[in-house]
């Protein structure tokens, strides 16, 4: 067996270890079999991990479901820190909204704002500086896509991840755990979060997740069929090469619908993995920031012990995950639950929800960042996001004859210089062209939406 990738300098590989995705039917062997006449695989000089590292060990059933995680005792006290700050501007007196700066190592982001999202270190269809035209801080790049290709042991060789990609500005990275999830379970896409944060549906995708329990989770790529081993420590250790200025733990993503029982069990799950992480993190800072994933569904008990405990932790921030309803108004209840018991020295983020509704809800509640591939995927379907005529579909035919900007207002590429006649023409050609206007359009009008709501905050119109 042959590691997928190595070492690159002093960086600590993250290995994705190939395995057999098929076996001919007439050698197949039971388990109990293979133990019993297989002597155990020692590693060789040329091995570079113990074979027990290439799969995750077998289920523990002693061990509990609801056994703790560490205490807080186990960890250093919050201090804040020199490179990274929450620093509030000002709070609004009409609710809980605030406009504030997080500052970090590659920039300031301007607060409540949307993120974003380029899943490969790359935004579909326009190059990452369109971020900075369009007045977006901070960009989301998935840790689960960036490791499986090209690896972050080539990223850490060529500087990191803003080297790589040629970005002196801040960019965030989730852990991968919910891409693991979410590919794995296609068919349980009901709740408001996995319909704004759905993943690209990759052909095969059932049974790509094989396995999880204490240690981590065992999946196969949907790259190549290889089998991939992600824990705490190697996601961390994972996004310590990437080099991002905010990281994410790992956590479970159970489905919307499941049993309380279940949800108790995923929450606990999640807390322990979370600690893991975070004692990784704090072995290594690297001038990363580390923002907790609150979990507990919808289920308010859940949610608060999740804020209890996680808030006891020296994490740098918050971000609000798991299933958050199955609608915008159950969104903004479970919201006006949560974010009171939020430290207010801390930045959070809301995990996944990037639509219009969703953000103008959220805000006032007091939620800072927000990160979807909701406004660049409706880019690419030909929907866009206007200040006057609201979301329309430019492939429809009466858009033929529109000779005329597609918003008057606005000072994008598209707006500026071309008429939405041309973009439909641009769309019913099947244009690659159509699709990096509408996207550039898109995000421009998602910077002026958090622009015009900060403004409205410091007002205290909100």
């Known amino acids: 067996m042959t590691p997928a990738s ?13 395995l057999p995705c098929a076996v ?89 704002g949307y993120v974003a999202v380029g899943t490969n270190g790359a935004l579909k269809a326009v190059p990452h500086q369109e971020l900075a035209a369009a007045g977006l801080d901070l960009m989301f790049a998935n840790t689960y896509h960036l490791m499986l290709q090209p690896g972050p042991d080539l990223v ?11 970005r002196d500005a801040p960019i965030i ?25 759905r993943a690209t549906k990759q052909k095969g995708g059932d049974g790509l997740l094989i396995r999880t329990n204490e240690h981590g989770v065992l999946f196969r790529s949907y790259r190549d069929g290889s089998s991939v081993v992600l824990t705490p420590e190697s996601s961390v250790e994972a996004q310590k090469s990437l080099g991002a200025d905010v990281i994410i733990p790992l956590d479970e993503l159970p489905p919307y619908h499941i049993d309380r029982a279940v949800l108790e069990r ?23 920031a580390m923002y907790a994933v609150i979990h507990g569904g919808v289920d308010r008990d859940l949610r608060r012990m999740s804020v209890e405990y996680l808030t006891s932790l020296p994490f740098d921030g918050f971000a609000i995950g798991g299933s958050l309803g199955k609608d ?8 006006g639950h949560l974010m009171p018991q939020l430290p207010k020295d801390r930045p959070n983020h809301l995990l996944g929800i990037g639509d219009v509704g969703s953000i103008l809800g959220s805000i006032p509640h007091g939620v ?22 609201g979301t329309f579909n430019i492939q429809r035919a009466e858009n033929a004859s529109l000779h005329e900007p597609v918003c008057h207002q606005c000072a994008c590429s598209l707006c500026k210089n071309h008429t939405a006649s041309y973009l439909h023409h641009l769309f019913r050609a099947n244009e690659p062209t159509a699709v990096t206007l509408a996207t550039a359009h898109n995000l421009h009008y998602m910077g002026w939406l958090m622009q015009t709501q900060r403004e409205k905050i410091l007002n205290d119109e909100l």
């Open 6 to 18: 190595t070492s690159a300098g002093s960086t600590r590989a993250f290995t994705a270890w190939k």
């Open 24 to 112: 001919p039917r007439r050698v197949r062997r039971s388990r109990r079999i293979r133990a019993a006449s297989s002597p155990p695989e020692s590693p060789s000089r040329d091995d570079p991990a113990p074979a027990e590292n290439r799969t995750l060990p077998p289920k523990d059933r002693r061990f509990k479901p609801l056994t703790p995680p560490p205490p807080a005792s186990e960890f250093p006290p919050y201090e804040p820190r020199d490179f990274f700050r929450y620093e509030l501007i000002h709070q609004s007196k009409k609710s809980a909204a605030r406009v504030g700066r997080i500052c970090t190592p590659h920039g300031v982001i301007e607060t409540p």
């Open 156 to 166: 850490a060789s060529a500087g990191g991840l803003h080297e790589f990609i040629g």
């Open 173 to 197: 990275t989730d852990s991968g755990g919910f891409q693991v999830f979410s590919l794995a379970r296609p068919n349980a896409e009901d709740g408001l979060e996995m319909k704004s944060r």
């Open 266 to 288: 995923s929450v606990y799950l999640s807390h322990r993995w979370e600690a893991r992480s975070l004692k990784a993190h704090l072995r290594d800072v690297r001038q990363q």
């Open 328 to 335: 915008t108004a159950e969104l903004v209840e479970l919201l």
């Open 368 to 389: 800072d960042t927000f990160d979807s591939t909701f406004p660049t995927r409706n880019a690419r379907h030909g929907q866009l996001m206007t200040r006057t005529r």
